[in-house]
């Protein structure tokens, strides 16, 4: 599968922005779904998770309650809805896939190229 994230930007903070991860390939749907970022200088960290089924999710502690994952297979894509943006969550954001219940980047097999977020204060 093939994965392509788009939907980044700059924003001002507490502000929204909503990320797509469209997928090539008719077993998107059999798919886990991840979110990672990657600030400069930072290791990739997790952000949010969603099975296949749509449920359950999973989320990182630091975007509960302003980040929401969700999916719909038959587009096949992922979103992630960003609302209440910080500073902090400026980020190249990665979408990945994989067959595992994981928050750990080595769990996801394939993944898109990133999309930029920068939040401005």
């Known amino acids: 599968v093939q994965l392509q994230a788009s939907g980044g930007g700059l924003v001002q903070a507490g502000g929204s922005l909503r990320l797509s991860c469209a997928a090539s390939?008719?077993?998107?749907?059999?798919?886990?779904t991840g979110w990672f970022r990657q600030a400069p200088g930072k290791e990739r960290e997790f952000v949010a998770m969603?099975?296949?089924?749509?449920?359950?999710?999973n989320y990182a502690a630091f975007v509960k309650g302003r980040f929401t994952v969700s999916r719909d297979n038959a587009k096949n894509t992922v979103y992630l809805q960003m609302n209440s943006l910080k500073p902090e969550d400026t980020a190249v954001y990665y979408c990945?896939?994989?067959?595992?219940?994981?928050?750990?980047?080595?769990?996801?097999?394939?993944w898109g190229q990133g999309t930029l977020v920068t939040v401005s204060s």
């Open positions: 990945a896939v994989g067959g595992s219940y994981s928050d750990r980047p080595g769990d996801f097999g394939a």
């Open positions: 390939g008719r077993t998107f749907g059999n798919y886990n």
């Open positions: 969603i099975t296949w089924s749509g449920q359950p999710t």
